[in-house]
C-alpha cells in the first residue's frame, strides 16, 4: 500500500528511554518512568491517581473490579464499541445492556440512558468514540440520580476535552489505551485514571495481584500481603520508558493529528452540503484529539465499493466494529435495550480513511481527491 491506514509513529527518545531503564536496573513495574507517565498523566489531565496498566481492556477490567461488579449486575453500554468495553464487565458476571448511539457523534445516546436503568444496574460506560467526547453533562446526571459509578472508556481519546475537561477525568473512573492504532503509544498498553480518591488504595492493591504492595514500597506498612482481589496489571519498565517518550511529545503528535484531520474536513466538506457523505461531527465545548477521520456512506454497496476503489489506488480505508449486540457473545452474555438502528446503519456505512503522524499534507490531498472522484466530484 502507498498509503497505509496507520504507522506506529517514534517521537524521538524511546530507545534511549530503554536503554536508561536497563541501565538503572530495574526492568519490573512502578520503577522510574511508570512514576514519570503516572506524574505526566496527573499533571495534565488533572485525575486523582493514573495508574498504569497493560493494555486499556486491563484498565476496564481493573474498573470493573472496583465496581464491584457480580453475577447478574448491569452496565449500560453503546452497541457500537470495541469488545473490550463490555467483555470486561461479563468476566465478572456482569451483563452488558446495550443501547443505541446519536447519529451525528456517534456515541451513546444519552436520552436512553435512564430508561435503561434497572434495580440491577451499576454502573455506565461512556465510550469516546473517535477521541469525540459523549454528553458528560446528562450522562453523569442520570448516573448521580440512579447512584451509578460512570466509568469512561477514553481508549481513543487522550487529550480530547469536553467543557474544558480532558476526557477520562469526567466520570468515576477514565480507561486509556496506548495501542500502536492510538495516538500515544506503547505497542500494548493503557492507564487506569481514577477521579475519586475514595478508590484509590483499592485499585493499587486490585493492579498489584491484590496485595498492598504498593503501601509496602511507600513505607506505609512493614511487610505486604495479599488483601483483596486482583491480578498482574502493571506493564514493565520498558513499556514505559517507551510511553514516556510519546508523552513529552503528547501535545505534538496531537496538534500535527488535528491538523491533518481539518485538512481532510475542509477537503470533503462539499460531500456533506450536497448530501453524498456525512463527515465527523464535534458539538459546542468539545475538542476533539484527531484520532480517526470517517466518512458516512449512503449504504453498505457504497461503502463497498469506496474501500474497493482506493484500494485499486493503493490506499488503505477501513470499516469499524461490527455491533456487539448481534456478536455471538454478545447475543450470549448481554441484552438491548432499545432499537438499534443507528448503530447497525453506522457498521454499515463507516469508513475510515489514512491518518498517522507521518502523513504529508499531499497525502492527504491525495486520499481526499481519491474520494471527491468516487463521487465524481473532482
Ligand atoms: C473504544 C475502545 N475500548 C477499548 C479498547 C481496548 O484497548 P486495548 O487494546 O488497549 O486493550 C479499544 C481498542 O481499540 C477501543 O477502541
Redesign the pocket.
Known amino acids: 500500500m502507498d498509503i497505509p491506514f496507520n504507522k506506529p509513529f517514534v517521537a524521538g527518545r524511546e530507545l534511549y528511554n530503554i536503554a536508561q531503564a536497563v541501565v538503572r536496573g530495574q526492568l519490573a513495574g512502578d520503577g522510574y518512568f511508570t512514576r514519570r507517565c503516572h506524574g505526566w498523566l496527573q499533571e495534565k489531565l488533572g485525575c486523582t491517581k493514573a495508574l498504569l496498566t497493560h493494555?486499556?481492556?486491563a484498565a476496564?477490567e481493573m474498573a470493573s473490579i472496583l465496581a464491584d461488579i457480580g453475577p447478574g449486575d448491569e452496565v449500560i453500554v453503546p452497541s457500537f464499541?470495541?469488545v473490550?468495553?463490555a467483555n470486561a464487565f461479563v468476566l465478572r458476571g456482569g451483563v452488558p445492556v446495550f443501547i443505541d448511539i446519536r447519529p451525528d457523534t456517534l456515541n451513546m445516546d444519552e436520552t436512553l440512558v435512564e430508561q435503561a436503568v434497572t434495580r440491577r444496574t451499576k454502573a455506565v460506560v461512556p465510550?469516546h468514540y473517535a477521541g469525540v467526547p459523549c454528553e458528560m453533562n446528562t450522562i453523569c446526571d442520570v448516573a448521580r440520580r440512579h447512584g451509578l459509578l460512570v466509568i469512561e472508556?477514553a481508549?481513543?481519546a487522550l487529550l480530547s476535552q469536553y467543557e474544558g475537561k480532558y476526557l477520562g477525568t469526567l466520570g468515576t473512573f477514565g480507561c486509556l489505551?496506548f495501542?500502536e492504532?492510538k495516538n500515544i503509544i506503547s505497542g500494548?498498553?493503557?492507564a487506569l485514571l481514577v477521579n475519586d480518591e475514595r478508590f484509590v488504595k483499592r485499585a493499587e492493591i486490585i493492579r498489584e495481584k491484590g496485595t498492598d504492595r504498593a503501601q509496602f514500597f511507600r513505607g506505609e506498612v512493614d511487610k505486604y500481603t495479599w488483601v483483596d482481589i486482583g491480578s498482574s496489571y502493571l506493564p514493565s519498565e520498558l513499556v514505559s520508558a517507551f510511553l514516556f517518550a510519546q508523552m513529552e511529545n503528547a501535545e505534538r503528535i496531537v496538534a500535527k493529528r488535528r491538523f491533518l484531520f481539518d485538512l481532510y474536513y475542509n477537503a470533503l466538506r462539499p460531500l456533506q452540503d450536497r448530501g453524498c457523505a456525512r463527515l465527523p461531527y464535534l458539538g459546542k465545548g468539545m475538542a476533539g484529539n484527531g484520532h480517526i477521520f470517517y466518512l458516512i456512506t449512503a449504504s453498505l454497496e457504497e461503502r463497498t465499493r469506496l474501500i474497493g476503489r482506493l484500494k485499486e489506488r493503493g490506499i488503505l480505508a477501513v470499516f469499524h466494529y461490527v455491533p456487539l449486540h448481534s456478536s455471538p457473545a454478545g447475543r450470549k452474555y448481554g441484552r438491548v435495550s432499545s432499537t438499534m438502528r443507528v448503530t447497525e446503519e453506522t457498521s454499515e456505512r463507516l469508513v475510515r480513511l489514512p491518518l498517522y503522524f507521518d502523513m504529508g499534507e499531499k497525502d492527504v490531498q491525495r486520499v481526499a481527491h481519491e474520494v471527491m472522484a468516487f463521487y465524481g466530484l473532482a
Open positions: 493494555s486499556c481492556t476496564i464499541t470495541f473490550s468495553t465510550v472508556d481508549a481513543q489505551s495501542h492504532t500494548e498498553g493503557g
